[in-house]
């Protein structure tokens, strides 16, 4: 068909773009046909007229001034081409629908993996009431170095990780890796000293750190920056759903009675025949992003991309850009962001402590076991409230996670100040400090909501995720026998923990209201109103179409209209 070429000739980019984003386009090659309009006719939802009204943003190459510079694929985001030269508008009650069908078939498996992924974890932690230490004659040293040896591995692994999860297909990576945990995690039931067990859980850990970083991609993908508060908080809050079910499977497992396989044993091969189910699922049911999600017809795949547009994030971006790594590693946020996730997870060392520390209240093995399971509910009740006062008020993100971690220090205070006869009590006092976890959960949430650039977003993720791997790898060795039974010191480092983690999520929401303030006051920046990208339509003509700034993958400080949410 003719194209219309458009009314009013946009000034020249090269004039009005600066040198530090003209160096990351490179060359002017046709892009492959992909167009909406080609899933249109497919789908038999091709108008004529409405097609005739859009093409005033096509123009054809012929046409173009010598100094017009045109934009390859590979420079931004894989959803240019799925609506370049559209303008769709959805309605209200058009984006829920696609929302609840996005919600029906990735949520579940999101939170069945998470579930799966915790357990799996704390696998270690059960198995210690169930007879790993004798078994596999564990010194203290030695037991916690199983802890950390899985948060070591997690953060050398981490950030190629996060690079293969932008290379490759997230959902396929993930697969993978799940298949090779599960694996590992059924090998620990051959292990007979700490040297095979130091072998499955390194590779336990190098495994999944697969899992937060390409969830936390996955989510940014797929929702809005209100829905990711949300769905994070879904997600992570299976992590207590798991230890209440880990408590269920561990109580089977401690009155399995089998000659020369003891329940710590079954307790893993049961926990990574569960892991097996999952990587096969992922493999064949995970989508990897919108613009190819199998559950979704072409017209919903553009739909759901336009969905997210004020997110000002993007989809993804399959090539590395170097410019955006160097501006993670400048941007304060960053390291204020991963300074809050290392000093955050320093009390997470309570992970394998907890049946430990329960039992030396005086409690019995199976008493240990099911009380395990009152962990659990806290956090998913306290993740739950918390995530949804947060999504519910404007900008409560910061305020809503400092103050749930008022409960911890409370918690803290009880367990070094009531006297050591005190059970009840000092129980109560463990069970305050599982509430703090919600400050973390919105910080995952949070951190993707406010970095834009593909590249930018998962070396940002990696730096959080591997600051997460330095407290939870440094906080077993607190846990020392000559500090038993009271354990005062561990227990006050983890009190002043949690007074400095708020004091943190505060202060970056300073930072980050300063900045919206800074560029409120800026003169409107169009900079990127008038870019396109090379195309070719159903008749084979080589045409620009217009691409939305959202879509040119820049980062959140290229970007001047991107507004932080506090």
Known sequence: MQRIPRHRRAPSLASLLPLSFLRRWRGYTALEADSVEMSARESGSYDEKADVKDAVHDVAVSELAPHHVAFTNDQVDTAAQLVAGQDIELDPAEAARIRKKIDWHIL???????????????????????GIRQATHLTTNQYNWLGTIFYLSYLVFEYPQNLALQRFPVGKWMSINIFVWAVALCSHAACKNFAGLFVVRLILGMCEGSITAGFMIVSSMFYTRTEQTLRVGYWFLMNGTAQIISGFISFGALHINTPKF?????????????TLCNAVAYWFFFPDSPTTAWFLTPDERAKAVARIKGNQTGVENKHFKMDQFYEALRDPKTWLFALFSAIDNIPNSLTNQRQIIVSSFGFSNLQTTLLGCVDGMIEIVTIFVGVTVAAKFTDARAYVGAAWFLPNIIGVLLINLLPWSDKVGLLFGQWLTGVGTTGFVLALSWLSSVTAGHTKRVTVNAIMLIAYCVGNAAAPFMWQAKYQPRNHVPWTIIGICYVVCPALMLGIRWLLARENRKRDAEPVDDTYDDVYVEVVDADGKRVEKKVSKEFLDLTDIENRDFRYVL
């Open 262 to 274: 003891e329940p710590w044993q079954w307790l893993m091969v049961i926990t990574g025949a569960i």
């Open 108 to 130: 579940p498996m999101m939170c069945m993996l998470y579930w799966v992924q915790f357990m799996d974890k704390t696998t270690l932690g059960s198995s210690a009431i169930l």
